[in-house]
Each structure stands twice: as structure tokens, then as C-alpha cells.
């Protein structure tokens, strides 16, 4: 049963835009959030997080969004660059401990120069 | 600079081979995990240690064991592969305790074929 949910496996977006990768949960008691970037051939590596506490954290061009009644976030990136094409993971712990962390499916963003 | 390497990249096995993959951490990390990553589910947590000797199970650990012998090295086997445990398998460190996600790090993952 998947508690973290990326519905779009794919998305594509034109350089200077933004892009938007979304993330629904279906666990409640999750009160924190991650997203993870995935080069090819690369690991997974740490990009920006949330606590249930907030509903924004803004990083540079990354902004990522909670809506906990709707149990819903968002990474926004502005303005995308073709650099930033990798796949997206978002993730969420129901307490502080990376060995409760809960993967997404993945979103693979491309940017398009 | 943080790293956890992954000692096989590309692996082909037969079916019923025992399999070995090997991952080693140099941060001093006592937290060491191990995933698997298949299309369209995300990363899934096999296995966890939090210290040397010690391990617990993640959420699909059948079929799968683990050795953690010495803190910085965190093996995971295949005691018979099987078909259906062809996927990627990354390694992961974290510090200890109430660390949260965004001290964990990744290896480069391991790409098992069972044939």
C-alpha cells in the first residue's frame, strides 16, 4: 500500500518556467517532508524539507509547498533550468528518524532548453 | 566529502545463486539502510541497521538478509535470487538517533539482473 503517492511520472517543462511536481499522502501521522533528486547512475541526494508545523520553506529556486488538510505538497522550481532534469522523490516520516522514511514513485522532470 | 560506495554496479546472477552486495560508508554513520527501487514504486526499505550486529526488518524483507560486522560496512544477501528481485538496490547512511531524512545519504545504486 503506497502512503506517498507522485501521480505524474513524467513531466516537461521549457527553460526560465516553472515547474511544479506534485506529492498526495495518505498517512496522517506523517509530520515531516522531503524531496530527493536522482541523477542517473547517481544516488539519491537531499534537496528541501518541510515540517507539518509550516506550510512553505523556500530554498533558492526550490519552494515546497504543505497543505496538510489536503494532505497534499508541491515542489515548485523557479525558473527551471536543464540542469534541474533528473527524477523527483518526495518522501515523508511519521517521526524524526530517516528509517521511517516513506518513498514516492518518482517524478522524472525534464527541462527543455 | 560524504561517501557511501557500492562495491558492484551491474550484476548478472542465475536463478537460486547466492548473492552478495556489498556497501561501505566513510562518515562513521551508525545508521545504514538498504532499498530497492522498481518503476513505478519508489524506493522500498528492505533492511536497516543501527549499529554493528545489529538490524532491523523494513518493509519487504523476505527473501533478503543482511551483515553488519563492522560499523562502516553494510552487506545485503540474497540467500536465492530470484527473477523477481531483478531492480536497483541503493545503500544509504545516516547519523545517529533522531536524525531526520535530510542527513541520509545514498550510494550510486547496484543494478541486480537475476536470470
Known amino acids: 500500500d503506497q502512503q506517498v503517492k507522485q501521480n505524474s511520472p513524467s513531466l516537461s517543462v521549457q527553460e526560465g518556467r516553472i515547474s511544479i511536481l506534485n506529492c498526495d499522502y495518505t498517512?496522517?501521522?506523517?509530520?515531516?517532508f522531503l524531496w530527493y533528486k536522482k541523477y542517473p547512475a547517481e544516488g539519491p541526494t537531499f534537496l528541501i524539507s518541510i515540517s507539518s508545523i509550516k506550510d512553505k520553506n523556500e530554498d533558492g529556486r526550490f519552494t515546497v509547498f504543505l497543505n496538510k488538510s489536503a494532505k497534499h505538497l508541491s515542489l515548485h522550481i523557479v525558473p527551471s533550468q536543464p540542469g534541474d532534469s533528473a527524477v523527483y522523490f518526495c518522501?515523508?516520516?511519521?517521526?524524526?528518524?530517516?528509517?521511517?522514511?516513506?518513498f514516492g514513485t518518482g517524478t522524472r522532470l525534464t527541462v527543455i532548453p | 566529502d560524504v561517501k557511501v560506495t557500492q562495491s558492484s554496479r551491474y550484476l548478472v546472477k542465475r536463478t537460486g545463486e547466492k548473492v552478495f552486495l556489498e556497501c561501505v560508508q566513510d562518515m562513521d554513520h551508525e545508521n545504514m539502510f538498504w532499498y530497492r527501487q522498481d518503476p513505478g514504486l519508489g524506493l522500498r526499505l528492505i533492511y536497516f541497521?543501527?549499529?554493528?550486529?545489529?538490524?532491523e526488518k523494513g518493509d519487504i524483507p523476505e527473501g533478503y538478509s543482511v551483515s553488519r560486522e563492522k560499523k562502516e560496512r553494510f552487506s545485503l544477501i540474497l540467500e536465492s535470487a530470484s527473477t523477481n528481485q531483478t531492480s536497483m538496490y541503493l545503500c544509504a547512511s545516516s547519523p545517529p538517533g533522531q536524525s531526520t531524512g535530510n542527513t541520509i545519504y545514498f550510494g550510486e545504486g547496484s543494478w541486480l539482473t537475476v536470470v
Open positions: 518522501a515523508a516520516s511519521a517521526k524524526t528518524g530517516a528509517n521511517n522514511l516513506f
Open positions: 498517512n496522517s501521522m506523517f509530520d515531516y
Open positions: 541497521s543501527y549499529d554493528v550486529k545489529m538490524k
